[in-house]
C-alpha cells in the first residue's frame, strides 16, 4: 500500500531534550517536506526537500532541522525543543514536478507533539 | 503573512444541499490550486485542484471555481453528505515549489 508513514503519532517531551520524528515514504517519491498545523493558521511549511542531499526551507524553519539522505526518509529533528513547538506535524511527499503533472502531496497521519 | 486565506473557520448545511467553500490568495505568481479534506486523527488527503489555465474542474459532487481577477477560489460540494463533514484546507502553488495553505474550514453536514 502507497503510503506515508510517522513516528511517532503522540510524544509529550520536556523544553532542551532533542527529539527526532521519522517520516518513511514507498512511493519513491522525490519531493518530501514537514507542515506544522496551528488553529487559526492553517499548514505552515518547515522544511522541505526536492531529493535526496537537498533540503530548504519553509516559512517556519526556525528551531527545526532536518536531514535526507535517502529518497524514502526525510526525519525532522527539534534539537532543543521549546513548547511553542507544541504542534501537530505532517510530513508529505509527491514526484518531481513536470509541466503538466499534479502538485497532489501525500501526507502522513499526523505527529503531535507537546512540549512542556 | 498569510498568502492563502480561507475568512470562514466553519459552516454547516443540510444533507442535500449545496456547500460552497471559499478561499482567497494574494500572490499572483500562484498558478495551482488544490483543496485537501481532513478527518480527526488523519493527515490530509487530495480533493481537487485546478489550474491557473482554467476557471472550472468537476469530479463528480466536487466542483471548483477560480476567479484569477479577483483571486478567489471556491469548492461546491453538490449534493452534501453526513460524510463530507471534515475540515477542508484550500492550497495553492506557484513555480518555486512553494504551497501555502489556508487556515482550513470545518464543514459540518447535518443529516
Known amino acids: 500500500e502507497a503510503q506515508v508513514t510517522q513516528n511517532p503519532r503522540y510524544l509529550i517531551t520536556v523544553t532542551g531534550k532533542k527529539l527526532t520524528v521519522t517520516c518513511s515514504q514507498n512511493m519513491n517519491h522525490e519531493y518530501m517536506s514537514w507542515y506544522r498545523q496551528d488553529p487559526g493558521l492553517g499548514l505552515r511549511q518547515i522544511y522541505y526537500?526536492?531529493?535526496?542531499?537537498?533540503?530548504d526551507k519553509g516559512d517556519v524553519p526556525e528551531g527545526y532541522k532536518v536531514s535526507r539522505k535517502e529518497k524514502r526518509n526525510f526525519p525532522l529533528i527539534l534539537e532543543s525543543p521549546s513548547p511553542n513547538q507544541t504542534s501537530l506535524y505532517f510530513c508529505?511527499?509527491?514526484?518531481?514536478?513536470?509541466?503538466?503533472?499534479?502538485?497532489?502531496?501525500?501526507f502522513g497521519p499526523g505527529t503531535r507533539l507537546t512540549v512542556t | 503573512d498569510q498568502q492563502v486565506k480561507q475568512n470562514s473557520p466553519s459552516l454547516s448545511v443540510q444533507e442535500g444541499r449545496i456547500s460552497i467553500l471559499n478561499c482567497d490568495y494574494t500572490?499572483?505568481?500562484?498558478?495551482?490550486f488544490l483543496w485537501y479534506k481532513k478527518y480527526p486523527a488523519e493527515g490530509p488527503t487530495f480533493l481537487i485542484s485546478?489550474?491557473?489555465?482554467?476557471d472550472k474542474n468537476e469530479d463528480g459532487r466536487f466542483t471548483v471555481f477560480l476567479n484569477k481577477s479577483a483571486k478567489h477560489l471556491s469548492l461546491h460540494i453538490v449534493p452534501s453528505q453526513p460524510g463530507d463533514s471534515a475540515v477542508y484546507f484550500c492550497a495553492a502553488s506557484g513555480d518555486n515549489n512553494d504551497m501555502r495553505f489556508g487556515a482550513g474550514t470545518r464543514l459540518t453536514v447535518k443529516p
Open positions: 526537500s526536492m531529493n535526496v542531499e537537498v533540503t
Open positions: 485546478i489550474s491557473s489555465i482554467k
Open positions: 508529505a511527499s509527491r514526484p518531481e514536478i513536470n509541466r503538466g503533472a499534479s502538485y497532489e502531496q501525500y
Open positions: 500572490n499572483s505568481m500562484f498558478d495551482y
